[in-house]
């Protein structure tokens, strides 16, 4: 009895060969290697299996992945994105491809070397095996390489090394600026899309991802650039604000902060070029230090631009009538009074530390500045022992005659009265004052009391 014949299988029956599918139902049916036994098992297996063709016109399949069922998934549509990206993308593929020719071929590894390999991967996650080995220097590009400033020989100057630093970048032409501010727009998009991706709100294929992240990569080395060749506009720019309390070196950073804006900022379809642009922003980052970190005592904003206007109006108005102007002469061009001109230089004076070093020695301000409200220390004390003495002089005297004689030489505020005021005090007249002080003052010569006030007076 012969074997019931088995169905034909209505669906198109699908072998895969090294990620191809093959559709042995279609009219050309691929042709496998004939040296492969798998390729000869799947030809007996289609032979065995009669399929039925379709008389229709033959339904062109997807291409893509095949879920349960044989209905193909369908591809995740991706955003467009914009010119600058699309012309960096190739780039990226050329990028790879250089890095996987490069890439070092495998190399047959010892017993000892594979051994330790599997007992790297039984270690739990955050375990190490270490091995002697020597590790190999990798070569690090020029254009790289940071600039060698965190620790200077000694005994070289900061300003002079900075400036033999950014000397060896060659200046950039306009075409390059333009070249650079695309690859640095294009490495932003990248940036904030993997951001994007990174926080859930979008997902991405994972080739795309890899494009993504090779612009990423390609930005930030075109914005280096970019920065390293702009920086001798930074340190032309902040020579000009020297002297008003930040050194020239903390000036230079803080207006390399606004060329870092400025280089995210640039827009190169605008025709311009790119120290024309970034020459606002370095100004402004200067302007601001200076406002913020430039007093011991921080003015605002405002007022630091009033105290600017006026020193330079003080400064033309000298050069122009060859004297110093006065303060209504500062406040006319300015519409301001004469008291708000003062008050805005006495804002304006600077402030500086007693304890400043002067010179190469170690020497401070301090030691230079005299003060003059204050008293000998010798004096104070002959001075203290002179008043002791009076009072025990003037306390030997009769109450009237002590109290004129205070009046009248100020022994008690410093201020000499007339005989008519002592008169008035007293219920006297002037000429009865005069008599004893007189008298007085023979009293005291005669007594003796006037031997001890005499080593004072020589």
């Known amino acids: 009895m012969s074997a019931p014949a088995r169905p034909a299988d209505t669906t198109s029956t699908l072998v895969r060969e090294q990620d191809a599918v093959v559709d042995l139902t279609s009219p050309e049916p691929a042709t496998l290697d004939k040296a492969s036994p798998r390729s000869r098992r799947s030809s007996k297996v289609s032979a065995a299996r009669p399929a039925t063709r379709a008389t229709g016109p033959k339904e062109k399949r997807p291409v893509g992945r095949t879920v349960a069922g044989g209905v193909p998934a369908e591809l995740p549509v991706e955003e467009p994105m914009p010119k600058t990206i699309t012309a960096v993308l190739p780039r990226a593929a050329a990028a790879r491809a250089a890095k996987a020719s490069t890439a070092p071929k495998p190399v047959r590894q010892t017993k000892e070397e594979a051994a330790a390999a599997v007992a790297e991967a039984a270690l739990p996650d955050g375990d190490t095996v270490f091995a002697e080995s020597t ?51 294009a490495g932003l998009f990248a940036t904030e899309k993997l951001r994007r991706h990174t926080c859930g709100e979008a997902k991405i294929a994972a080739a795309m991802r890899r494009d993504l992240v090779e612009i990423e990569r390609d930005g930030g080395v075109a914005k ?9 506009l930074v340190v032309s ?20 902060l606004g060329l870092v804006r400025a280089v995210e900022k640039f827009d190169y379809a605008k025709g311009y070029k790119f120290s024309t642009y970034a020459t606002w922003w370095i100004r402004q980052a200067l302007q601001r230090a200076l406002a913020d970190q430039g007093r011991t005592i921080r003015v605002p904003v405002h ?47 600077d402030t500086l530390s007693l304890q400043a070093p002067v010179g190469d020695d170690e020497a401070v301000l301090g030691d230079f500045i005299t003060d003059t409200d204050s008293i000998d220390p010798q004096a104070a004390v002959e001075t203290q022992m002179l008043h002791g003495q009076l009072s025990d002089v003037l306390d030997s005297l009769p109450e009237r005659s002590a109290i004129v004689m205070r009046m009248r030489f100020g022994l008690e505020d410093g201020r000499p009265r ?15 004052i005069r008599q004893i002080e007189r008298d007085t003052l023979a009293e005291i010569r005669a007594g003796g009391r006037a031997d001890a006030l005499r080593e004072y007076v020589a």
């Open 135 to 185: 590790p190999t220097p990798v070569a690090v590009p020029e254009e790289d390489k940071p600039l060698a400033l965190d620790e200077p020989p000694p005994g070289i100057d900061l300003v002079k090394a900075y400036l033999r630093e950014i000397g060896r970048v060659a200046l950039l032409t306009a075409e390059m600026e333009v070249d650079l501010a695309k690859r640095v727009e």
């Open 224 to 232: 280096r650039h970019l920065l390293e060749a702009n920086l001798r």
């Open 237 to 256: 720019l902040a020579k000009r604000y020297q002297g008003r309390g930040l050194d020239l070196l903390d000036l230079v950073q803080e207006g390399n």
């Open 303 to 349: 007022m630091a631009e009033l105290i600017t206007k006026v020193t330079r109006t003080r400064r033309d108005l000298t050069q122009s009538l060859g004297r110093e102007p006065t303060s209504e002469e500062i406040g006319e061009p300015l519409a301001m009074t004469a008291e708000k001109v003062e008050e805005i230089l006495r804002h304006g004076r």
């Open 418 to 432: 007339t005989l008519d005021e002592v008169g008035r005090h007293l219920g006297l007249t002037r000429e009865r």
